[in-house]
């Protein structure tokens, strides 16, 4: 199963608009997953919810939009042979992906990094795979991570903006396998910016 099953749905627009764009892209996504749509044509819906789910929902849970959780990236890619590890998954599954490279960047005055991934055996490599945890897993946002795509560029700076974070599938469809974040890419911070758990009790 490819990343696509997990996948976000529409992906966001290749610019840097900044809120106008992260709107627009939520607001795409929260229409495919209201919708029934079966655009790749597999007799599924695109959307991983339930049709009863579907049929109540109103829209998935954000953070609000914080432009300090935007910064910009640099991507120190792994030397050739592509390094292939074996990622666990919400299942007892192991998914096999290949090592890109780690991203640098500094997020409020605090230098951190990320491996980026993508599938085994992809050529050439036009999306980074990005899976992350931080001190909001298992509480604020879901325990098993969240996700980052970005768009391959031509050099290595990376738009990397935590405000596009979102969900694996397997949140709302158990019958989704999905990637955790290694150990390594289990970040000392909370990322306050994304797509969340529902709040409750206030918090």
């Known amino acids: 199963m490819s ?5 976000s749905g529409p992906q966001p627009p290749d610019d840097t608009a900044g809120k106008q764009s992260v709107m627009e892209w939520r607001a795409a996504k929260d229409a495919m997953f209201k919708s ?8 599924q819906p695109d959307s991983p ?6 049929a109540k929902f109103t829209g998935l849970p954000y953070y609000p939009i914080d432009p ?53 055996g992809t050529g050439p ?18 325990k ?15 738009d990397l903006d935590f405000n596009r974070a979102y969900h694996p599938f397997c949140v709302f469809n158990p019958s ?3 990637p955790v974040p290694p150990q390594e890419n289990r970040l000392p911070v909370a990322i306050q910016a994304g797509e969340r758990l529902p709040v409750t009790n206030g918090r």
């Open 125 to 142: 490599i036009t999306r980074l795979f990005v899976p992350f945890g931080d001190l909001t897993s298992g509480t604020e946002t879901y």
């Open 49 to 54: 919810l339930l049709p009863a789910d579907r």
């Open 3 to 7: 990343l696509a099953g997990c996948s």
């Open 144 to 158: 098993g991570g969240r996700y980052i795509e970005l768009e391959r560029t031509s050099t290595t700076l990376y």
């Open 36 to 43: 029934d749509a079966d655009r790749d044509g597999d007799g």
């Open 176 to 178: 989704y396998v999905c």
């Open 68 to 120: 300090a959780y935007q910064m910009p990236a640099v991507l120190k890619e792994s030397r050739s042979p592509r390094l292939i590890i074996e990622l666990p998954t919400s299942s007892i599954e192991l998914r096999r992906m290949q090592r890109v490279g780690t991203l640098t960047f500094t997020l409020k005055g605090t230098t951190l990094a990320l491996t980026a991934f993508a599938d085994e």
